[in-house]
């Protein structure tokens, strides 16, 4: 089974800085990554998949990059509703894993 | 429109066998896979397992195999994940995802149904 490991655990950063998330895979999975952001009391959303591609609806600030055990999630400029936490996932091959999340707070 | 409409919430004492549904529209329910997360209370996200309507061809995360068995409907495009006898420790918010065949991402999800099991 593949673990992915997720840092930092709890991220604080102020409205209109940029905020970097990593997410390491125990071996490769290619470019197999998808992220999610998940609010309290919502839904996941997907926000990335194929590594870097966004999904429908995620807004340009998000962006995704790496291949094989590095990824990172970048949001460019936070803004007040990107608060909660992120998750990443690979779809390499089965069992397919989750990250233990990371938790953005509004500085 | 992708639709997951999950059953409602439940509560059930250890022990007690469980049934909960996850009924799907917008899209070709056995071209798609359908998984379920498990979500315990203030924690991370759980892949459980993942199911392809079409031939109901099914993979567990190694977790829960045994513990669950996830099923399908075809006839009325519903996905089941089950439970014959729950434990305290089963309570969480499960909910069930779709994705596409050759790319095993969650694009949709349902609502969630909270689960509950107390003595």
């Known amino acids: 089974e593949i673990v992915m490991t997720q840092s930092p655990v709890t991220l604080s950063v102020s409205p209109g800085e940029r905020a970097t998330l990593s997410c390491r895979a125990s071996?490769?999975?290619?470019?197999?990554l998808a992220w999610y952001h998940q609010k309290p009391g919502q839904t996941p959303r997907l926000l990335i998949y194929g590594a870097s591609t966004r999904a429908t609806g995620a807004p340009a600030r998000f962006s995704g990059s790496g291949s094989g055990t590095e990824f990172t999630l970048t949001i460019s400029s936070l803004q007040s509703e990107d608060f909660g936490v992120y998750y990443c996932q690979h779809y390499d091959y089965w069992p397919l894993t989750f990250g233990g999340g990371t938790k953005v707070e509004i500085k | 429109e992708v639709h997951l409409v999950q059953s409602g919430a439940e509560v059930k004492k250890p022990g007690e066998s469980l049934n909960i549904s996850c009924k799907a529209s917008?899209?070709?329910?056995?071209?798609?896979?359908i998984a379920w997360v498990r979500q315990m209370p203030g924690k991370g996200l759980e892949w459980m397992g993942i199911?392809?309507?079409?031939?109901?061809?099914?993979k567990y995360s190694p977790s829960f195999e045994g513990q669950v068995t996830i099923s399908v409907d075809k006839s009325i495009s519903t996905a089941y994940l089950q439970w014959s006898s729950l434990k305290a420790s089963d309570t969480a918010m499960y909910y069930c995802?779709?994705?596409?065949?050759?790319?095993?991402?969650?694009?949709?999800w349902g609502q969630g149904t909270p689960v509950t099991v107390s003595s």
């Open positions: 199911i392809y309507p079409s031939d109901s061809n099914t």
């Open positions: 071996q490769s999975v290619s470019g197999n």
């Open positions: 917008g899209f070709t329910f056995t071209d798609s896979w």
């Open positions: 995802a779709t994705a596409f065949i050759s790319r095993c991402y969650f694009h949709s």
